[in-house]
């Protein structure tokens, strides 16, 4: 098995955007659908997808992006007790929003490499793997 990629909320947007990096996100993609590998998002990577596109787009079509989201070839991981303390470590220890260090911690859980293009996971990169997509 390859690698395995958490993908924040900013690496979804990308791919759904069409955004320069999108093609990477659809690499990723493409190889777990193989079975090659696991791609995986948070809890709260899936609630900030929902909230934002309901936000823009209404609720018909952000609960029609959400549901377009679950269909893709990804886990999406809940908490837990070793998840809590690995994000409250983080956002102890590095100045990084609440959302980021729960996102960050699933990464840092499952050994995989966090895919972004969120300036803020700056202070992360000496200490969690990461594919930083271009910044918006």
């Known amino acids: 098995m390859e690698n395995n990629y958490v993908l924040d909320t ?6 759904k955007d069409d955004a320069p990096g999108a093609e990477k996100v659809e690499a990723i993609l493409s190889t777990a659908h193989r079975r090659r590998q696991k791609v ?3 809890f709260m ?3 900030e997808y929902l909230y934002i596109n309901l936000m823009r ?3 018909e079509a952000g609960h029609k992006a959400y549901l377009e989201l679950t269909l893709l070839p990804i886990e999406i991981v809940e908490s837990d007790e070793d998840l ?4 409250a470590e983080l956002k102890a220890a590095h ?9 960050a ?8 490499t966090l895919v972004h293009r969120d300036p803020e ?16």
């Open 10 to 15: 900013s690496a979804i947007f990308c791919l």
């Open 40 to 42: 995986i998002i948070s």
């Open 45 to 47: 990577t899936a609630m």
């Open 57 to 59: 787009h209404g609720e």
């Open 84 to 87: 809590r303390l690995i994000a």
């Open 95 to 103: 100045n990084i929003s609440l959302a980021d260090s729960w996102i």
């Open 105 to 112: 911690a699933t990464a840092k859980k499952h050994n995989a």
């Open 121 to 136: 996971f700056e202070p992360l990169k000496k200490s969690l793997d990461s594919l930083i997509l271009p910044y918006k």
